[in-house]
């Protein structure tokens, strides 16, 4: 499950973002988030990168991979979006208007979304909020049209029908030559106070607190109010201040340049041209003015002021810059360590690979041997018919004359012997136990190098519960042979008398022992021993005694 949510994360960060340092920086913060559990430090970075409308979908792919105690605070603190179309119906007779600005249009590259909101408006009480984006107008789709098209076309109204959805984002842009930027209706400061909305073109506020304002200005016994006006371009309709005289009557009152005139005396400046707008400034004596302080700041900056904004903006480009440089280089040690640790894993693996592979080939060629062993003793042995000759040794292995040794404190010590064993020859039976034919030599079966100066037996156990016997050495061990390393009390090899700790193993059910390696003695007496039949049949070489009476001193 955790694999295919980071898989279908994966596909969509690849599919909206193309800038590999973002995508980068993204797995960063993500990575950042998981050892930290800080949830609004994690939201903003991601606003950092999800940074326009078509990213917004990544914050429905992130939010399985936050835990579920912090997915309630998760969709609180992301932007909410929707799908789904909404429409509201807007007086334009209403005295108040109709209490939205919006800002966009085709030739920003970007549609039509409402950017303010008059509290307690019509807008704000049919429900639309900041961050809306406009489909339709009137029933016409304005996803081709103008600033000024849309304006023309709530005109043609008197009642204005608006389809909107919601985005949460607001397009920043203050000329058609600057890249379009985004910015988070949490991030996007814009409060019109109680005063009427405007219809405003896209601005660029740079989240400034543009706030309105009301001026009262008495012209009675003066010159004049001491400030010019300008109509704003394209881009940017409206009148706006552009020149205020040092200690006139505008000065005094607060007005400064950049303020953007929305109403003077009750008439709307959102529309008028520059010629009415004179007019209705002219045409009184006592003059109430409704402003947006610094709405048009922008567009009369001296050549120093624009420097310095760009300045500013450049001292954030580089700051987001370095963040992501600091994200990357983060992320390339993380890559690097983790590239380690892959290829650490990977030789550990092989090399288990390779030991078990060659675990499994030895396996094989014990088994193939066991085969073939057991294939060639049917054919040579295997009697066709019941055999006359033949004499089963019972289990008990009667004892050679017994040497007696004396301990240190004089116990005595026996050791049983194969008594009838000579020239006996084994076989198999049906049922998969051994048997004996008389006159068989245990000798006869090694060369006489392989058993000079030993003392061979041929002893046969019987089965009943655990053998208990454990074995050591081997031909590649310093010991150069097997041997009994343990006789344990009460199990069939201790109760059988006739193998002692010390004594050299040289054929178990015919399979001799002499070159081989401890692990394919102990599968070839596992076998053995766990196979069909009462009886296990053991070549040994006795371990010669110690003669401990040469060690003691009698007083």
Not at 183 to 194: H, I, R
Not at 450 to 463: S, Y
Request: net charge negative; glycine share 8%; with cysteine.
């Amino acid at each position: 499950m955790e694999r295919r949510v980071a898989r279908e994360f994966r596909h969509k960060v690849n599919l909206l973002i193309d800038n590999e340092a973002e995508k980068d920086y993204l797995y960063d913060v993500l990575r950042m988030y998981h050892q930290s559990m800080n949830l609004p430090v994690l939201v903003g970075d991601l606003k950092l990168v999800i940074n326009e409308p078509s990213r917004l979908p990544l914050f429905d792919a992130i939010r399985p991979l936050i835990p579920l105690k912090h997915q309630v605070e998760y969709d609180q603190l992301t932007p909410k979006r929707s799908r789904k179309l909404k429409e509201v119906r807007l007086d334009r007779s209403h005295p108040e208007g109709l209490g939205i600005s919006v800002r966009g249009g085709v030739e920003f590259r970007c549609g039509l979304f409402i950017s303010q909101l008059v509290k307690g408006g019509q807008a704000d009480n049919v429900g639309l909020q900041v961050g809306d984006e406009i489909v339709r107008i009137n029933g016409y789709s304005i996803s081709s049209c103008t600033h000024e098209e849309v304006i023309n076309l709530i005109r043609t109204k008197k009642i204005v029908s608006i389809k909107v959805r919601h985005i949460g984002m607001i397009p920043v842009k203050s000329s058609a030559d600057e890249p379009l930027k985004w910015q988070y209706v949490d991030q996007f400061v814009s409060d019109s106070g109680e005063g009427k909305g405007s219809v405003a073109g896209l601005a660029s506020s740079g989240g400034r607190d543009n706030k309105e304002k009301k001026v009262f200005i008495s012209l009675i016994g003066t010159k004049g109010m001491g400030c010019s006006i300008s109509s704003g371009p394209t881009q940017k309709p409206g009148i706006f201040i552009s020149n205020v005289k040092p200690g006139s009557l505008s000065a005094e009152v607060g007005l400064e340049v950049g303020d953007q005139i929305v109403e003077v005396n009750g008439v709307d400046f959102s529309n008028v041209d520059h010629k009415e707008a004179v007019r209705v400034l002219k045409s009184s004596r006592a003059l109430t003015i409704s402003v947006v302080a610094g709405a048009g700041k922008e567009l009369f900056m001296t050549e120093e002021e624009r420097q310095r904004e760009a300045r500013l903006r450049e001292q954030e480009r580089q700051e987001l810059m370095h963040q992501k440089r600091l994200a990357l280089e983060t992320n390339k040690i993380i890559k690097e360590q983790q590239e380690k640790e892959r290829l650490r894993k990977l030789e550990i693996s092989q090399k288990a690979a390779e030991e078990e592979e060659r675990y499994r080939r030895e396996i094989e060629q014990i088994t193939a041997e066991e085969e073939k062993f057991k294939k060639e003793w049917e054919e040579d042995w295997g009697p066709k018919e019941p055999p006359k000759s033949l004499k089963t040794v019972t289990a008990e292995v009667h004892s050679a004359p017994r040497s007696k040794h004396k301990n240190l404190k004089g116990v005595t010590h026996d050791r049983l012997e194969t008594d009838d064993m000579d020239e006996v020859i084994m076989k198999q039976d049906k049922q998969g136990f051994q048997k004996y034919l008389e006159d068989f030599d245990p000798y006869s079966m090694f060369t006489p190098e392989q058993i000079m100066g030993k003392d061979v037996r041929l002893l046969r156990i019987k089965k009943e519960g655990s053998l208990d016997l454990a074995v050591e050495g081997g031909i590649d061990s310093p010991i150069g042979k097997i041997v009994v390393s343990a006789i344990y009390e009460g199990g069939a090899a201790d109760k059988h008398g006739g193998i002692v700790k010390g004594d050299e193993i040289l054929a178990i059910n015919g399979k001799i022992l002499i070159d081989s390696r401890l692990a394919e003695a102990q599968a070839t007496l596992a076998k053995a021993w766990n196979m069909g039949g009462d009886w296990i049949d053991l070549v040994i070489a006795v371990s010669p005694p110690k003669e401990y009476d040469d060690e003691m001193t009698f007083f």
